[in-house]
C-alpha cells in the first residue's frame, strides 16, 4: 500500500493504493493521519480511488482515522471508493457514518 | 489443481496471506464469478487472522491447518487454530451502536456475511472454522452451527 499528501485550499489530500490490510496497509494509514495530525493538518481527504482491497482491519483502521481526527475538532472525508470499499461500508453500516464523496473540487469545499 | 489440499500454516501474516490466495485460486476453479472469489478470498483472510492472532496469538511454536476442498457444487475451507477456543455467541454484534465506531471486531462478522454455511468447533484446544459456499447460491437448509 502507497501514501502519499498533496494540499489543495487548505485540505490535504491523501492519494492511498494498494491493498489496506493488517499489516503494512493498515500501519502505513496509521502513521499518515498521526503525522498529519502532529502537523495541525486537520482536514483530511482520503481518496480512495485506487484502492483494490480492505480486509476487516482496514476497516477499522479507517474508524480510528475518522475518530482520531474528530477528536481533534478536524474533518476526515472519503474520495473516489470503488464498489468493492463501497459495498463493504454498506453492509457494515459505516456508509452514513463517514462523510464520503465522489468529486475532489467538490469534496475540497465541503470542508468547513 | 486437485480437489483437496492441505496446508500446515505458521502463525504469521505470511499464512493470512497464503490462506488468501489458495482460497481465490479454488474458488476460481470451482467456477464462482470474480465478485464471488472476492468475497470467499476475504472471509478465509478473515479466517486465518483470527486464528493467527486472536487464537495463536503469534505463537511460533503453534500452527494453523488449512484444507481447501471443492466438490462438484461446493466448496469447502476449514481453518483451525490451536489457541485458547472461541464461542462465537460470545462475539459482540459490530453493527449495534455501541460497536459501530470501534477498531475492531468485524471479522467473523464478514466471514457470516460472505459465505453460505459457517460451521464452529471447539478443537480442544483451538478453534476449528468451516466455511462453505455453494455454486449457485444457498440452499434453503444453509445455517450456521456451533459444536
Redesign the interface.
Known amino acids: 500500500m502507497k501514501a502519499s499528501t498533496r494540499q489543495v485550499n487548505g485540505v490535504t489530500v491523501v492519494d492511498m493504493s494498494g491493498r489496506i ?3 503494512e496497509g493498515s500501519v502505513i494509514l496509521r502513521d499518515t493521519i498521526r503525522d498529519l495530525l502532529g502537523k495541525g493538518q486537520k482536514k483530511i481527504l482520503l481518496n480512495l480511488g485506487d484502492v483494490t ?1 480492505i ?3 482496514g ?3 479507517l ?2 482515522a ?2 482520531s481526527v474528530r477528536n481533534q475538532g478536524g474533518e476526515l472525508k472519503l474520495l473516489n471508493l470503488t464498489k ?1 470499499v463501497h459495498d ?1 461500508l454498506q ?4 456508509y452514513t ?1 463517514f462523510d464520503i464523496k465522489d468529486d475532489e473540487t467538490a469534496a475540497v469545499g465541503s470542508f468547513k | 489443481m486437485r480437489n483437496r489440499v492441505s496446508y500446515t500454516l505458521d502463525s504469521t501474516l505470511d499464512s493470512v496471506n497464503k490462506a488468501e490466495s489458495t482460497a481465490a485460486q479454488f474458488a476460481a476453479r470451482a467456477g464462482f464469478n470474480a465478485d464471488e472469489q472476492d468475497n470467499i478470498a476475504m472471509a478465509v483472510r478473515e479466517a486465518a487472522v483470527n486464528a493467527v492472532l486472536h487464537g495463536n496469538a503469534h505463537d511460533p511454536a503453534k500452527k494453523v491447518f488449512l484444507v481447501c476442498e471443492r466438490t462438484v457444487d461446493t466448496l469447502i475451507i476449514t481453518v483451525t487454530d490451536q489457541g485458547k477456543g472461541l464461542d462465537p455467541s460470545c462475539v459482540p454484534d459490530p453493527l449495534s451502536p455501541e460497536n459501530l465506531m470501534k477498531g475492531s471486531g468485524r471479522g467473523i462478522f464478514l466471514i457470516r456475511a460472505f459465505m453460505d454455511e459457517v460451521r464452529f468447533r471447539n478443537t480442544h484446544p483451538g478453534t476449528e472454522i468451516t466455511l462453505i459456499k455453494h455454486v449457485g447460491g444457498k440452499p434453503a437448509n444453509a445455517k450456521e452451527e456451533t459444536t
Open positions: 490490510t493488517l499489516g482491497y480486509d476487516s482491519s476497516i477499522g483502521e474508524v480510528s475518522f475518530t468493492k463493504l453492509i457494515t453500516k459505516l457514518v
